[in-house]
Nanobody, 115 residues
Framework: QVQPVESGGGLVQPGGSLRLSCVAS????????MDWYRRAPGKERELVATITSGGNTNYADSVKGRFTISRDNAKNTVYLQMNNLKPDDTAVYSC?????????WGQGTQVTVSS
């Protein structure tokens, strides 16, 4: 199976915004739940946001009100809009596709929040 592929990471100042994208295999995307995780240096991996195949969403308390997860089934893509970024948001962000017979992870994209 083809891994999901993330993009959109980079360096941003505190208070800034970034939008991450994750493209997955079209044959299984529509029926899959999609997650964004992050891992900061020296910390455990954290589940940041989830969107189900039906569009229901859930967020970690640390990002509620600042991050928004969405999906475009026509483009096989899930997005993570990140606003009001803080230095503590610095991490490698990875997407995960969960479907009945599949559990696929992307390689990740680095997000660095620093002045």
């Amino acid at each position: 199976q083809v891994q999901p592929v993330e993009s959109g990471g980079g360096l941003v100042q505190p208070g800034g915004s970034l939008r991450l994208s994750c493209v997955a295999s079209g044959s299984i995307f529509n029926g899959a739940a999609m997650d964004w995780y992050r891992r900061a240096p020296g910390k455990e991996r954290e589940l940041v946001a989830t969107i189900t195949s039906g569009g229901n969403t859930n967020y970690a308390d640390s990002v509620k009100g600042r991050f928004t997860i969405s999906r475009d089934n026509a483009k096989n893509t899930v997005y993570l809009q990140m606003n009001n970024l803080k230095p503590d948001d610095t991490a490698v962000y990875s997407c995960r596709l969960r479907a009945r017979w599949y559990d696929l992870w992307g390689q990740g994209t680095q997000v660095t929040v620093s002045s």
